[in-house]
């Protein structure tokens, strides 16, 4: 029966679940080839004002080389609703807003799903209880005029610069055309990226050794390359121009030169978009090629020995992961590949139907490696954080929610670390079995007690019983810490204060359909110790230890990965701390350090330095 107007009116309407906006997959030089002008479906959230803005981001267009403002975008505008957003442009700023905010949202929704729990940025988590500041992440997307995209701490925000191309060897682009960071599907997804890691761990951004700076640059790339395998359009054009194999870096013409040499476009080979990151960039800034890529050099256990550049050494930890899965993506496929040479298919000429499922293969895995590589971040160490680190921390997620591995997904992760020389510390040897972390091991018999009263499914949508709840469990898991310190690997030095830094429920299903129910916390310990001890006048530095639990609901602890502070009488025997001094006097003696932290003078603010994306990604 037809509604009268009146009651036609009383409808309730619910807000939508998701927002399409317009954005480029790669950049602006691909132009509509590979599906590059994408509709990404942004999780729906009531815009709080025209930017966007949001209770996650708020987009301010402050442009602070010419000093003025450009009109912020209205989604929310029926003309913008009706068109799934503005269609993609160079030279519009709107379009440049609307582009930073749906992959920085998109980005964010991935660390939720695959997190279990809602984002909470840092900065909003320490300055807390002030009604002044905005818990919002800003986004500029034309910070200044200059080859660089950032994340800063301290700005509570992304800012992306604009430069113009070089003028003798710009690639595809126009020479001395103006260049947007910010219409990089890549670099907004790295530069969120950061932002991401930051709001999970608080002190990954202190300068303790090589592999700090360049696990937060390994991370980012991580994330932005396993989102291209999203791109349905670019994947399945590669699927077909490599025959199935999407790492090749180089893809295949197409159609065969007749004599040697090329001489038409259809003849020649082309890079392969998938394992390139910010190809517009590195091209606009004279290198002819893109900014990195997922495969650079062949495996090299050495390789670490002699590599200090953060991007560089963070290349290695992306060519281990991305070994890892390309491997598994092979292993998914060989029968299908199998019964396409059955079948009469050639390399170079799938059936349409071979090629959506090989797609499919890519995408599924794509998706479970990123989701390995987020949880991971739930079972890293809360300080120092090292390459080795996070194989163990990727090999205990993924034990936790897939004990079965019919794929072979861990081992194949082990050998690709294994091969380009990440070594764990701690562990006896490269087995499953002696990477995953493990419970406290007790030394006199007895076993560690539970952590009792911990409060869990707290009534989110309720702030007043979300932070009675949150003092509650943090007073529970301080005086847990006391009573258990030597057993969780801190310190009972007189004046070693314990703090719980950070604790939240997480929830996985696993693929049986069981639900996990864990509680993850961060306790650290910190002391100052002498930058030099042999000179006195060198400063301080802040040394700090500490260990993440991962708790059940009965408050058995599952899992505690340490790293002890010490004491100080035993600072002469102590491996890393005279690690971190050795990273430190070398980062003050200009040895190629100094560029990536925030104060680098031989002084006492040495205590406050933290890693400084500004100068890490200068020219990067």
């Known amino acids: 029966m037809a509604l009268e107007r009146d009651e036609r009116s009383e409808v ?6 998701s927002r399409p906006l317009k954005a480029y997959a790669f950049d602006p030089t691909q132009g509509k080839a590979l599906g590059n002008y994408m509709t990404v479906s942004v999780r729906y959230l009531p815009l709080l004002r025209a930017g966007p803005a949001d209770r996650y981001l708020a ?12 009109r912020p975008v209205d989604l929310d505008d029926p003309a913008v609703l009706i068109r799934s957003g503005l269609d993609p442009a160079e030279t519009d700023p709107q379009f440049h807003q609307q582009m930073v905010y749906a992959v920085a949202s998109e980005t964010i929704r991935r660390f939720e799903l695959a997190l279990g729990r809602s984002i909470e940025w840092s900065f909003s988590r320490r300055r807390r209880g002030d009604p002044s500041e905005s818990g919002s992440l800003r986004i500029f997307p034309h910070a200044m005029q200059e080859a660089n995209a950032y994340y800063s701490r301290d700005l509570r925000a992304l800012l992306f610069g604009y430069f113009p191309a070089s003028t003798t060897d710009s690639g595809a682009n126009l020479p001395g055309q103006m260049v947007f960071t910010c219409l990089s599907h890549d670099i907004i997804a790295h530069e969120t990226t950061h932002a991401l890691v930051d709001s999970q ?6 300068p303790t050794s090589p592999d700090a700076p360049a696990f937060h640059e390994a991370f980012a790339d991580l994330v932005a390359l396993f989102q291209h395998f999203s791109f349905k359009e670019a994947l399945l054009a590669m699927i077909q121009r490599t025959g199935g194999a999407i790492y090749q870096s180089e893809v295949a013409p197409e159609r065969q030169p007749a004599m040697a040499g090329g001489f038409i476009q ?6 392969n978009p998938l394992v390139q990151l910010a190809r517009q960039f590195g091209e606009a800034m004279g290198m002819r090629k893109a900014l990195r890529a997922a495969l650079g050099t062949p495996p090299n256990s050495r390789m670490l020995e ?10 290695i930890l992306v060519a281990a992961v991305f070994d890892a899965f390309f491997t598994i993506y092979v292993r998914r496929t060989q029968d299908l590949m199998r019964i396409a040479r059955l079948g009469g298919s050639t390399l170079y000429d799938l059936h349409p139907d071979l090629s959506n499922r090989l797609a499919s293969e890519a995408v599924k895995t794509a998706e479970h490696f990123l989701n390995i590589c987020i949880r991971a971040l739930d079972y890293c160490p809360p300080v120092d954080i090292r390459f080795g680190d996070f194989l163990r921390a990727m090999i205990t997620a993924d034990s936790d929610l897939v004990p079965d591995d019919p794929y072979g997904y861990r081992i194949a992760i082990i050998d690709a670390f294994r091969s380009r020389g990440i070594v764990p510390e701690g562990a006896a040897s490269f087995s499953e079995e002696s990477l995953r972390w493990a419970p406290p091991e007790i030394f006199d018999g007895t076993s560690l007690p539970t952590c009792k009263g911990l409060e869990f499914d707290v009534f989110k949508h309720d702030p007043d019983l979300q932070k009675e709840a949150e003092k509650k469990n943090g007073g529970v898991l301080h005086d847990y810490a006391v009573a258990n310190q030597e057993a969780l690997g801190l310190s009972a030095e007189e004046g070693m204060k314990i703090q719980a830094r950070t604790f939240h429920e997480v929830h996985r299903v696993r693929p049986d359909g069981e639900v996990l129910f864990d509680f993850v916390a961060e306790l650290t310990q910190h002391r100052e110790v002498p930058a030099d001890p042999q000179n006195p006048d060198a400063g301080t530095f802040t040394f700090r230890g500490g260990t993440t639990l991962v708790i059940d609901r009965a408050g058995e602890v599952r899992v505690a990965i340490q790293k002890r502070v010490g004491a100080v009488a035993d600072d002469s025997k102590n491996v890393r701390l005279k690690q971190q001094r050795a990273y430190l006097n070398d980062r003050i003696s200009s040895v190629g350090m100094a560029a990536y932290v925030t104060d680098s003078r031989l002084a006492a603010r040495l205590a406050n330095a933290t890693i400084d994306f500004k100068l890490v990604h200068r020219g990067y």
Do not use: Q
Request: contains cysteine; proline residues 5%.
């Open 12 to 17: 309730d309407l619910k807000d939508p679940v």
């Open 59 to 70: 987009v301010i267009d402050y442009d602070a080389t010419n000093k003025c403002y450009y």
């Open 201 to 206: 761990r608080d002190f990954f951004m202190e």
């Open 266 to 271: 259809a003849e020649l080979s082309s890079a």
């Open 306 to 315: 002699t590599v200090w550049e953060p991007h560089a050494r963070g290349a």
